[in-house]
């Protein structure tokens, strides 16, 4: 999806991947008896959760940000959606007088 985004705004602007694969998942080999431990890390993950801010453009116009965000929401395997700061300086500003 990185690769997408950049290519999309022709290197233009700045990208900022706001998601760190920080978890790690273990495996043991194959054919391998119970016990003697856990396995070693095979691969890292990135836990997900709804509403989390998975990229950010900048330095590039609104349209061009739109089109490099929509090729990129094609390559994720979760459902998105493209926010801009306006929608969520509104959104905050809303949520607390909803929330009481």
Excluded: C, N
Excluded at 48 to 64: C, M, N
């Amino acid at each position: 999806a990185r690769i997408a985004i950049s290519r999309e705004t022709k290197r233009g602007g700045q990208m900022w991947i706001k998601i760190f694969p920080d978890k790690s998942l273990t495996k043991k080999p194959a054919e391998v008896r119970m016990g003697k431990g856990k396995g070693s890390p095979e691969e890292w993950v990135a836990v997900v959760k709804p509403g989390r801010i998975l990229f950010e453009i900048g330095g590039v116009d609104k349209a061009t940000a739109q089109a490099a965000l929509r090729l990129a929401i094609y390559k994720l395997p979760v459902r998105t959606k493209i926010v801009s700061k306006a929608d969520l300086a509104t959104a905050e500003t809303a949520a607390p007088a909803s929330a009481e």
